[in-house]
């Protein structure tokens, strides 16, 4: 009956704070707090040219958060699939689901942009925005289907077992058994990713996505305040990933409800 | 005994576990009403046995039929015939994520369509019944093992199955705990359910069983009423499992 938490660590994304680590969640504060301060001063006593800077940049934050929960939408859907498909006793859909896992694995998610947009344009005129959002939700598609995978096999099979001997058929047990408590080794994963994926949106500034790097490449060339952009650019990415983590880590805990005695 | 129409029907069954006969040519009838316990031995196919019957196991060979529908009939709708046969786990298999009133309300909204109102009344009456009405809002990480069990029990008794099939139902349990998970099974038995029962605790057998089956590797070597079997049994594999038991 006890099961064991298993850790799944995709290695990528911010580390997610928890009470449990206490280097962690200081370093998070740190960072945190470092930041906001230091964007606050330079606004504050520097707003020539820093002012002028992030008022360009709201735009870009919006298509960046545009990029992401599409790219997660998808790629949520496409990794439960997959992950699914990855479990199948049928050999057709299991050989499916693992190369797919496999190619995109394989591959960097630069080039698989570059290749799906230009891939894509050949066939049909996508908006670039859309063919940015395909692009991400395949590559991470396939890495969320590595996460529910591993989430759906932690489950114990006396839990399928007991589901399918009440009468509850397999897609059933799946949805009401199996992934009701795999949320709980799936989610700290999928927060992980979720933030690699924001950060990974950065890509798609090369395909013309006005996205938030993109808007301080274009205030740069404009402007030559290199270092002054940049910084700026790191520090607001900074602060969205570690505002992310932290609300991942919130949602964390409450999905322990049944586990508190 | 043979009633005519027996409600599990299990002809000339054969399993294979790779190279391993698990069950080996084995026939089996109950009929509605009756309990039979199966002992023996671990490894001797039991559980296999068991599990056959609600199709948790597939067999290789011959035909089990249940409540009039043919289970390995591809064609049969296997969830139809589950709605209808309880199962309790050696491992209890409680979902963790529902409290112990919405482990026993959850197939019956689903499956049955009961509405949440009814099957919730009729969840509390099953936890009053195995008595433990008031940890109904409890999740299952909180309950003892015995309490589990019992909670577990009731969650098949919800879907109001005609057969209850129990694997190993103790085993797993304290030996403090045991009684209190016995007590439900025998007033579950005095009700007149249709009980198949795989279990070591031979005080249950004897008290219990309409008939005893006794099997060894694959095979049913016995087949007798208790008095019958605890005094007077004649296989020698029998004689020497129940000296080595008792």
């Keep these: ?261 | 005994m043979n009633a005519p129409d027996p409600i599990i029907r299990i002809e000339n069954v054969s399993k294979f576990f790779g190279p391993l006969r698990a069950l080996n040519h084995v026939s089996l009838s109950v009929a509605a009403g009756e309990k039979v316990v199966i002992i023996g031995p671990s490894g001797s196919g039991k559980s296999t046995l068991l599990r056959a019957i609600n199709r948790l196991e597939e067999i290789d060979q011959g035909r089990i039929e249940v409540d009039g529908m043919d289970i390995t009939d591809s064609k049969t709708d296997i969830n139809q015939v589950r709605m209808e046969v309880g199962m309790v786990f050696q491992s209890f298999n409680l979902f963790p994520h529902k409290t112990a009133l919405q482990n026993l309300t959850l197939a019956p909204i689903k499956l049955r369509k009961t509405p949440r109102q009814e099957a919730e009344a009729n969840g509390r009456r099953l936890l009053r019944k195995v008595g433990i009405e008031e940890k109904a809002d409890v999740y299952p990480a909180r309950l003892s093992g015995g309490q589990q069990q019992r909670v577990a029990i009731a969650r098949s008794l919800a879907m109001n199955p005609k057969i209850m099939l129990f694997d190993e139902p103790t085993s797993a349990l304290d030996p403090e705990m045991i009684g209190e998970v016995l007590d439900v099974m025998v007033n579950l038995a005095r009700e007149g359910m249709t009980m198949v029962v795989v279990t070591h605790e031979m005080g249950f057998a004897r008290e219990v069983a309409d008939r005893v089956v006794f099997m060894d590797q694959g095979e049913i070597l016995e087949v007798g009423t208790p008095q019958h079997f605890f005094e007077n049994s004649q296989h020698p594999r029998t004689q020497r499992f129940l000296k080595q038991i008792l």
């Design chain 1, 1 to 261: 009956m006890e099961q064991q938490d298993i850790v799944i660590d995709v290695g990528e994304g911010a580390a997610i704070p928890s009470k449990k680590d206490f280097g962690l969640f200081s370093a998070w504060r740190i960072s945190f707090f470092g930041a906001l301060a230091i964007l606050a001063y330079l606004i504050v006593f520097k707003p020539k040219p820093y002012l002028t800077i992030i008022k360009f940049l709201p735009d870009g934050i919006l298509v960046t958060f545009q990029v992401t929960f599409a790219a997660i939408a998808f790629s949520l859907v496409l990794g439960l699939i997959t992950g699914m498909g990855r479990i199948s006793k049928n050999r057709v859909i299991n050989i499916v689901a693992s190369t797919y896992v496999e190619v995109v694995r394989g591959i960097p998610l630069l080039v698989q942009l570059f290749y799906i947009y230009y891939a894509l344009g050949r066939f049909v005129r996508v908006p670039d925005m859309v063919a940015a959002v395909i692009a991400m939700s395949f590559c991470y598609g396939a890495y969320m289907g590595e996460v529910f995978r591993a989430g759906i096999a932690s489950i114990d099979r006396g839990q399928t077992e007991a589901a399918r001997s009440l009468g509850f058929n397999p897609t059933q047990t799946m949805f009401y058994v199996v992934l009701p408590q795999a949320w709980r080794t799936i989610l700290p994963p999928v927060g992980n990713e979720f933030i690699a994926l924001l950060k990974d949106t950065s890509l798609v500034s090369i395909l013309a996505v006005a996205d938030l790097l993109r808007r301080g490449r274009e205030f740069a060339s404009e402007s030559f305040l290199y270092f002054e952009t940049y910084t700026m650019i790191a520090l607001v990415y900074l602060l969205i990933t570690l505002l992310l983590s932290k609300l991942v880590s919130i949602m964390e805990e409450k999905l322990k409800y049944y586990e508190r005695s």
